[in-house]
C-alpha cells in the first residue's frame, strides 16, 4: 500500500495499538500552549495545535544527555549512555519534521555523532499535514514546509471522515498492515487528497517578500546592513530564540561532581549562540559582543551558513522564535527588511 485510509472513529484504536508497539509521544495541550509529551491518555493527543513550546528535537537531541562517568582517584571512565529503547513521535507538523531532516544533515557530516544516530535508528515519525496556517506568525510556505516533502515513514491528511495514510517508509507499512480499521484507499481518495493539496494554494502564501535564491543573495550582501543594528537594540539576549529553534545545534559539555569531589557524570546540554558569553575565549576576547552582532549570526546560520555548507536552508517556517521573543521581533519583517534595502541598492546601482 502506497496509501491507506483510517476513518476517525478508528484514530483512537490506532493510537492504543501504536503505544503497544513503542513509547508514544504526542502533542498534547498545556494552558495556552502546546507541549509534545509521552501519551498516558489517549484523549489528551492533539492533533490541531500551533507548533510546540518545545520542538520534538528534545527526545532525539535531548537538554541534558549523559555522556559518561568517571572517577578521580583511580581514574577510570565508563560510558553513561542511556539505553535507547523504540519510540513513536505522532503528528509531527511538516515544519518540525523539516527540523529533523536538517539535524540529520548536521550530526551525520563527519565525525558523525553515534548517539543522535543511536537515537534517531529507533524513532518513527508519524506527522499530520497543516490544511492551514497554525498563526500569523508561520512562514512555511516560502521555506517550502507546508507540503509533505519526506523525512516521515507516515503521514496524515484529514479528508473530512477520515485520514488518508501516506506510506513512506517499512517502517511505517509495518504500523498499518493487518488491521482491520485500516485500508487501502481507493483511487477516488488519491484524487481528493490531490483536490486538496491544490485548495492548500489559495490558503498559503509566500510569507518572505522574495524567493528564497533573492533572500540568500540579499544575506551574501548585508552583512554591515543597518538592519542588524535595528534587531540588536531591541534585543533583550533573553535567548528565547535560539531555545526553541528546531534546527539549532549548539552544546555545551560540562562536568558534575558527586560530594565526594572523586566521582562524576559529564552531560553534554544546549546551550545558545544569543547568550552574552557564548563567543567569549581565553583573554576576553569576545567574537560576537554586541546583541547586533549575536542576532546576525543567528539570522546567517539559517538563512545563509547553512544553505554554504549543507545547501538547506536551516529556517523551517515554524514561527517559534517570533512568537517567543520577549522583544516581539518578528522574523519575516528581519529578512523583509533585509531584501527592501537589496531592492534600494539595486535601483541606485541601476540609475548608476
Known sequence: ?????????????????????????????????????????????????????LPPKKYYFPQKEKLLKFSVRPFKTAKAIDVFEEYILFGVHTCDIAGIQCMDVVFRDS??????????????????????????????????????????????????????????SEKGEGLVTGLGYIREAKESEVSLLEQIREEKKKVFKE??????????????????????????????????????????????????????????????IWNYCQMDDFAKVAGGEDFRHGRDGRQKHRYYRKFKYSVDKYNRYFCTGCGRCTRTCMAQINLVDTVNALLNEGITYRTKRHKL
Open 111 to 168: 565525525p558523525e555523532d553515534p548517539n543522535y544516530l543511536n537515537r534517531k535508528d529507533k524513532m518513527t515519525i508519524i506527522g499530520i499535514e497543516c490544511l492551514n496556517y497554525c498563526d500569523k506568525f508561520a512562514n512555511c510556505a516560502s521555506m517550502g514546509n507546508h507540503n509533505p516533502r519526506g523525512g516521515y515513514d507516515l503521514m496524515l491528511t484529514d479528508l473530512g471522515k477520515s485520514f488518508i495514510i501516506h506510506i513512506n
Open 1 to 53: 500500500m502506497k496509501y491507506a485510509i483510517i476513518q476517525k472513529e478508528g484514530l483512537s484504536k490506532w493510537l492504543e495499538h501504536l503505544k503497544s508497539r513503542a513509547r508514544l509521544y504526542a502533542p498534547r495541550k498545556k494552558e495556552n500552549s502546546f507541549v509534545f509529551r509521552p501519551v498516558r491518555d489517549i484523549s489528551e493527543v492533539c492533533l490541531e495545535y500551533i507548533p510546540t513550546i
Open 207 to 268: 510569507e518572505l517578500g522574495d524567493a528564497l535564491p533573492v533572500v540568500y543573495d540579499a544575506f551574501d550582501r548585508g552583512f554591515n546592513s543597518k538592519v542588524w543594528q535595528n534587531v540588536g537594540k531591541r534585543c533583550v539576549a533573553c535567548g528565547n530564540c535560539t531555545a526553541v529553534c528546531p534546527t539549532c545545534y549548539c552544546f555545551d559539555v560540562v562536568d558534575e561532581m558527586e560530594l565526594s569531589l572523586n566521582e562524576g557524570i559529564r552531560y553534554r
